[in-house]
């Protein structure tokens, strides 16, 4: 029983950050097989995300913006995405708001360990 409670919370929790499924208004997966995820994401004006958590990962701008990143050590950062970036990021929970006056597109490439 304790086992079945456990093994449940770490489901609801895990679930609970993935970015499809906790914003999945704005984020939709697109490909997946065993080494990695893409996902599709299109943050309209004004729209900031639930928190989620992502793997390393790749970040294609089809469309840019102005965005605000939520941290989850509590810090806040604020920057434009350009039409054509190709970004690297490592692994993170986070939340974002997108602070400009046109939608965010982005697809994310979310890396997954080989075994």
Not at 25 to 48: H, M, S, Y
Not at 57 to 68: A, N, P, T
Not at 83 to 104: K, M
Request: aromatic share 8%; proline share 5%; charged share 25%.
């Amino acid at each position: 029983m304790i086992v079945a409670s456990s093994f449940g919370f770490w489901l609801t929790r895990a679930h609970a950050q993935d970015p499809a499924v906790v914003n999945a208004k704005t984020i939709r997966v697109r490909f997946e097989n065993d080494r990695v995820r893409v996902l599709e994401a299109t943050l309209p004006p004004g729209v900031k995300e639930q928190v989620h958590s992502h793997p390393a990962y790749v970040i294609y701008v089809l469309e840019g913006g102005r965005y605000r990143n939520f941290a989850s050590d509590g810090k806040t950062t604020e920057g434009e995405l350009k039409t054509g970036d190709v970004l690297y990021r490592d692994p993170l929970t986070h939340s974002a708001e997108n602070i400009g006056d046109t939608p965010l597109h982005l697809i994310l490439v979310e890396l997954k360990s080989a075994k």
